[in-house]
């Protein structure tokens, strides 16, 4: 099969509960039957960031696979780099059913999943058996346990236990979904973390992953935290717990984080905001209502130096990547930008 036949079987998948369907997805991923995109990437979309090179600055955020079981079939459909996780220190089950909710009105999704996963030894053990080298860039994203969490303890010991695994570590600290999660975004209780973690020692890059709720006087605070305590980079952002009022979507007033085309607007804002306060000093992620080459370019052109999808590749499908790897590299070139990383904050 390949990525563009997976693409238009995609819809027939909305016939069955948002989780149902992710979950067959997902094993359909892992089984290698969304095909491979073998077609090259236009040179102006390679990227030098973070110590890495990869081939083109589109990932998948963290969410999609949690558990790292279709790694290798993803970054084989011609993502630059592919993030997995969230994983917590024990298995669990995440909160009650139903909690994944389509807006298809507003290409949207709400989802109040809660950090389910297998738990860090099941993760460990499949990144383990990955082949190496991979086809791209490998993030693992970590987080805490609803219960017994002691986050000064478990983000350190997780980063230290996924580092050697992975080519970049991501703290999630913006979550809406594990109570209390989002306070550690706070400046002094996110120093004392990052103390703990040390990021200067783990050998890989780490990143913090913000919320888009964070009032705009926060912010600053926050990028000089994470450039004291050495952190590489920023994904600016997690879901959103706003709710527009243009939503149109029956499931609009459920609980949890909405992510999708509403979130663009604000989650770029934040982005444009960061750039202009660390400068070049951390390597920013734009995450948030990514469907198309023109709105990947936006959130380079805010400040990005890389692209994530979550919401746009579960409505489009595996032929989507390609089409935003196209669509991007002839944006730069209309505009006269020869690569990427020209085209970085020219917006900010």
């Known amino acids: 099969m390949t990525p563009a036949l997976a693409s238009a079987l995609t819809p027939a998948l909305r016939l069955l509960d948002a989780e149902t369907a992710h979950g067959l997805a997902l094993r359909g991923l892992a089984a290698g039957l969304a095909g491979t995109d073998s077609a090259p990437d236009a040179p102006s979309l ?5 110590g890495l090179d990869f081939r083109n600055p589109i990932g998948l955020a963290a969410g999609f696979d949690k558990d790292a079981v279709a790694v290798l079939p993803l970054l084989r459909l011609g993502f630059g780099f592919v993030e997995a996780g969230t994983v917590t220190p024990r298995p669990q089950a995440g909160n009650p ?5 389509r807006l298809a009105e507003d290409a949207a999704v709400i989802n109040r999943m809660g950090f389910n996963n297998g738990g860090l030894d099941a993760y460990l053990g499949r990144l383990r058996a990955l082949p190496r080298p991979l086809p791209g860039v490998l993030g693992a994203n970590v987080g805490v346990n609803k219960e017994g969490a002691d986050p000064e303890r478990d983000y350190p010991a997780l980063c230290r236990a996924v580092a050697p695994l992975a080519d970049y570590v991501t703290i999630n600290i913006s979550s809406p979904n594990t109570p209390g999660l989002r306070d550690l975004q706070g400046e002094a209780r996110l120093a004392s973390i990052l103390a703990a973690v040390a990021p200067p020692t783990l050998g890989k890059p ?34 959103t717990i706003a709710r527009p009022e243009t939503l149109r979507g029956a499931a609009r007033g459920e609980a949890g984080g909405l992510s999708g085309a509403p979130l663009f607007q604000r989650s770029t804002e934040v982005l444009r905001a960061v750039r202009r306060l660390a400068g070049g000093r951390l390597v920013l992620v734009g995450a948030g209502g990514v469907a ?57």
Not at 211 to 234: N, T
Not at 302 to 313: E, N, P
Request: with cysteine; hydrophobic share 50%.
């Open 46 to 50: 390679a990227v030098q960031a973070l």
């Open 97 to 101: 059913r139903p909690r994944l909710f």
């Open 292 to 348: 198309s080459g023109e709105q990947a370019y936006a959130k380079i052109r805010a400040g990005a130096t890389l692209v994530q999808l979550y919401t746009g590749f579960a409505y489009g499908g595996p032929a989507l990547v390609g089409r935003i790897k196209r669509e991007l590299a002839g944006l730069l070139a209309r505009d006269g930008f020869a690569r990427v990383a020209d085209a970085v904050g020219v917006d900010a």
């Open 206 to 239: 780490v990143l913090v992953k913000l919320a888009p709720d964070l009032a705009d006087d926060a912010l600053g605070p926050l990028v000089e935290v994470c450039v004291a305590a050495g952190v590489a980079g920023l994904i600016i952002s997690n879901t």
